[in-house]
């Protein structure tokens, strides 16, 4: 159930990322939700589940990203993967430990798709990214925090509603 | 040995998915272009999807800039509100069509110039990622597409397909860093490749000696076997020659605007 609930979730971020934000966000820049939804398997996950949950959002995301199928499906991966290894020497208490997640997730999803890209032959990708690449760390922290604000604010409200991993984030980001 | 597997099963585990996804990706690298099964699967599972937010965008702006704005206004100003609003919405109304006739009769104009025959689609979406530039339109193999027809519109080119499901298909747009097209500068006929650069192009491999004036319009040269010859991609908008070396550094503007596609042209392949 938890898992059919992911690839909901995974399915409606690609939906707003390819159908909605275009309308809304200047240019091409726009909020990586997928990679906000890779961060939190890594917070709440374990590594064999959460690691193939991981790779199937990344190549949902190829088809609609880019022409490379299995690119962000390996991004994602090496991402669930650092985020699993290294949150257990961070304090979970801390209330910015899934933004800087996100901030660290997102450079190293570039850096995976400047090394990937390279042996794709994927052009001079990393141009763009170099040129993007701060207002994209800043837009996803930003949306990362106000899904977590949302959410906790949710969860509070319908005390019935289950979050996997929220009961242990809900304190920190409460105003 | 069971227990080392035991002991090390988690490294094992993260080492086996990580090869595991560098191999499918290397095949999926080696097997070239053209669409998987699965990806014709997701494309065709969310074609209604993206269609169904696509009018229901349209309509939630189009209720928004009509009516909402009007909804708590006093009683005595109700009559001239409504008639207002009557009017304003046939005004916004007749202003979408005159904007849509004049896109239309554009691309009416330019499908008689072309000499091949072409498909007209509607763009419904765009890249999921921010580094990628590629656009789906709400056309498939079942309209006649395949991968690697030209996609136009009455500025110049657009892109080429490079997904095809049987409802809708991807397009490559010529600033994503990946595209390539073989082009030429129309005045002085130089050769180069137009590049993608996110927002703009390069003409690679253009000869230092070559005259190439800022301003000067670049069209396909029709020798890379995906467009036609003398299609617009620009203009020339800087150019950098340097003392030594065999090219010059040419940035190109994009005759089209990305930003505001809505209707484009899909170049279909003459039958035998």
């Known amino acids: ?175 | 040995m069971l227990e080392l597997l035991r002991r090390f099963r988690r490294p094992i585990l993260v080492f086996a998915l990580i090869l595991a996804a560098l191999l499918l990706y290397s095949a999926n690298l080696r097997r070239g272009g053209g669409s998987t099964f699965f990806e014709r699967s997701v494309l065709g599972l969310t074609s209604p999807l993206h269609k169904l937010i696509d009018v229901a965008c349209k309509g939630a702006a189009d209720t928004w800039n009509h009516y909402l704005w009007l909804i708590e206004t006093e009683e005595e100003n109700e009559r001239l509100l409504k008639q207002n609003r009557w009017l304003q919405n046939e005004l916004a109304e007749v202003d979408e069509t005159r904007l849509e006739n004049e896109r239309l009769r554009k691309l009416l104009d330019f499908k008689e110039e072309v000499q091949l025959p072409t498909l007209p689609a509607q763009v419904i979406s765009e890249d999921a990622s921010s580094w990628f530039r590629t656009v789906i339109i709400d056309k498939g193999s079942e309209d006649g597409l395949e991968e690697g027809m030209p996609v136009v519109v009455a500025e110049g080119v657009v892109g080429r397909t490079v997904r095809v499901a049987p409802h809708q298909s991807t397009v490559l747009l010529v600033t994503d860093a990946s595209s390539a097209v073989a082009s030429l500068v129309q005045s002085s006929r130089t050769r180069g490749v137009c590049r993608g650069q996110g927002a703009e192009l390069t003409l690679d491999f253009a000869l230092r000696l070559a005259e190439i004036k800022v301003g000067d319009r670049i069209v396909t040269s029709g020798t890379g076997g995906v467009f036609p010859k003398g299609l617009v991609i620009g203009s020339v908008r800087q150019v950098v020659k340097k003392e030594y070396g065999l090219f010059q550094s040419v940035s190109v503007e994009p005759s089209v605007d990305f930003s505001r596609l809505e209707e484009v042209l899909v170049l279909l392949r003459e039958g035998p």
């Open chain 1, 1 to 175: 159930m938890r898992w059919f609930f992911y690839f909901l979730v995974g399915l409606i971020c690609l939906m707003v990322q390819t159908a909605i934000f275009p309308r809304f966000f200047p240019v091409h820049l726009k909020p990586d939700l997928l990679l906000i939804l890779v961060v939190y398997l890594g917070v709440n996950e374990q590594y064999g589940r959460g690691g193939i949950a991981a790779y199937f959002l990344g190549i949902l995301l190829d088809v609609y990203a880019g022409t490379f199928m299995g690119m962000y499906g390996m991004a994602f991966l090496v991402i669930f993967f650092v985020v699993r290894g290294t949150v257990s020497f961070f304090n979970s208490e801390n209330p910015f430990l899934l933004l800087f997640m996100v901030f660290c997730g997102t450079l190293l999803e570039t850096a995976m798709l400047i090394l990937l890209g390279g042996l794709a032959k994927a052009g001079d990708v990393w141009l763009v990214i170099a040129r993007w690449i701060l207002p994209q760390v800043l837009l996803n922290v930003l949306v990362a925090y106000i899904i977590m604000f949302m959410l906790t604010r949710l969860q509070r409200r319908l005390p019935r509603l289950v979050i996997p991993g929220l009961s242990r984030l809900n304190e920190n980001y409460e105003s």
